[in-house]
């Protein structure tokens, strides 16, 4: 749900040494000399010790040891392209799945074709994303996440309202007026500029039927006056503008909102607030399609050495990937497991997460159809869609 262009990694490129640090723009290790293995995530929540970290360094082929930086995601493409550059850079890159035709255009990682990786077990829509121009350049490991409709039951019952009958924008917008007009407040979302408004946006606009291919158009505009109208209505806080994702759930977690959208990755809070789900409504009915969140594991590009690099990494992939390891994986990231027999024992352990199986299995990439020209069609809706929701 972040987003970089590759003009922003090029005019980046000296950055990198006074962001992080020397030490996280290149190794001045070799995989097959010093016997260790460069990692680097964004995660920087999971820290060094996590249940996250042990999982990465206990998949170090016999005789290496797995050194994993976790940097700042507005960081990482920069730092990337640097020590690529420099032929220095990690054996892996985990890299959110919007940035990833960036990487590719800009020769930051290197593709099935040279490296081997097998991407056949994995959902075909959730691997979707890190497919570009029919070739594969890294694996969903951090898991997916998509967007729902959460909702408070306490408020939902106070206002009358019966979920079971939200079947498209109509009944939903009826539904939040009964909400306010119990003395409650309607619904909150993130509509911040940038990637993380346009993730959010997305399913409203898929659900009215549009293309991202064909901006400008009537279904485009049919969500912006969803979503602006709620503000103008006072159903939405105008601070939606410039909320983040967490800003809006906290909103939500302080007890006066009826509703909230937002993703799996806050199914635990959700269930701690006894917080229920539904499916975000297309326009004239049904399910709307919704965004695939998630970090992809990428064999990073080398000139030297390669073929070695490229089977380490390939290693540590494939030890992370199978089941039993992915699974815990997934669950330490609170994220869903992009393999369909994985994310199914998820789904059997938790009642909460068991809601978003519709919704993940029918999730879309963002970047599955446009490759690199999504960055072009998100920057252009994020304009548009917040110059409507400032004119509210």
Excluded at 211 to 233: F, M, N, P, T, V
Excluded at 304 to 320: F, G, M, R, T
Aim: charged share 20%; hydrophobic share 40%.
């Amino acid at each position: 749900m972040k987003s970089n262009t590759a003009l922003k990694i090029t005019a980046a490129l000296c950055s990198c040494a006074m962001l992080v640090g020397v030490s996280a723009c290149g190794s001045s290790n070799s995989a097959t000399d010093d016997k260790v293995i460069e990692w680097w995530d964004d995660w920087t929540r999971h820290e060094d010790g996590s249940e996250f970290d042990k999982l990465v360094k206990a998949c170090a082929p016999e005789g290496y040891t797995i050194e994993r930086q976790a940097i700042a995601t507005s960081d990482l493409l920069n730092n990337l392209t640097t020590a690529i550059k420099e032929d220095n850079g990690p054996d892996v890159a985990v890299i959110d799945n919007p940035m990833i035709p960036s990487a590719v255009d800009a020769g930051l990682v290197a593709g099935s074709d040279e490296t081997g990786l097998d991407v056949s077990a994995w959902d075909e829509n959730l691997e979707a994303p890190g497919v570009v121009d029919g070739q594969a350049y890294g694996v969903p490991l951090g898991g997916s996440n998509t967007l729902g409709l959460m909702y408070n039951p306490t408020i939902i019952e106070a206002a009358g309202v019966d979920v079971s009958t939200i079947t498209d924008w109509d009944s939903l917008n009826a539904a939040i007026k009964k909400v306010v007009d119990a003395g409650y407040k309607g619904i909150t979302f993130s509509g911040i500029s940038g990637e993380e408004g346009v993730f959010q946006f997305l399913p409203w606009f898929w659900g009215a039927g549009g293309d991202l291919s064909k901006l400008d158009s009537q279904a485009q505009k049919d969500a912006e006056d969803l979503l602006s109208g709620w503000i103008s209505k006072g159903w939405a806080p105008k601070s939606a503008t410039t909320n983040t994702q967490s800003a809006s759930w906290d909103l939500f977690l302080a007890g006066d909102y009826g509703f909230a959208e937002i993703g799996t990755w806050m199914q635990s809070e959700a269930d701690e607030a006894g917080a229920k789900l539904i499916p975000i409504p297309a326009k004239d009915g049904g399910v709307a399609t919704v965004p695939t969140g998630g970090e992809f594991a990428m064999v990073a590009y080398h000139k030297k050495d390669a073929e070695s690099h490229y089977k380490l990494a390939n290693q540590v992939i494939e030890c992370l990937s199978e089941d039993e390891t992915l699974l815990k994986v997934s669950n330490a990231l609170s994220n869903l497991a992009a393999k369909k027999a994985v994310r199914a024992e998820q789904l059997a352990a938790s009642d909460g997460l068991a809601q978003w199986k519709e919704s993940i299995e029918n999730a879309a990439g963002r970047t599955s159809d446009l490759g690199l020209k999504y960055e072009e069609a998100s920057a252009s809706i994020s304009e548009s869609l917040l110059a409507a929701l400032n004119a509210a």
